[in-house]
């Protein structure tokens, strides 16, 4: 079982930064890509930034030039710095990992964080 535990989320004002941070613990021998995704009030889930394990991350065109994505797989953490934050960045924001659990077995995982919320209103 893996767990993964977000934190950074705050509420901010228009203009500002946030970083967000999810660490992962438990049963882990690889991470292969590391996500982060947000939730609005009413919309669906969508992805913001994912990082693979060879260290290319693809953004969403609605972040890019404004958020950076990192990974620590030393410290199996996940960083979202975010700039220039809008009203409409304000969401629920979920990391995803997906992990393969053991050595001796090629299967991977996808697991959740509990979610962080940011607000950016003045």
């Known amino acids: 079982q893996v767990q993964l535990v977000e934190s950074g989320g705050d509420l901010v004002q228009p203009g500002g930064s946030l970083r967000l941070s999810c660490s992962a613990s438990g049963s882990i021998f690889i991470i292969a890509d590391m996500g982060w995704y947000r939730q609005a009030p009413g919309k669906e889930r969508e992805l913001v930034a994912v990082t693979s394990s060879r260290g290319s991350t693809n953004y969403a065109d609605s972040v890019k030039g404004r958020f950076t994505m990192s990974r620590d797989d030393a410290k199996n953490t996940a960083y979202l710095q975010m700039n220039s934050l809008k009203p409409e960045d304000t969401a629920v924001y979920y990391c995803?990992?997906?992990?393969?659990?053991?050595?001796?077995?090629?299967?991977?995982?996808?697991?959740w964080g509990q979610g962080t919320q940011v607000t950016v209103s003045s």
């Open positions: 995803n990992f997906r992990v393969r659990p053991f050595r001796a077995e090629l299967t991977e995982y996808d697991y």
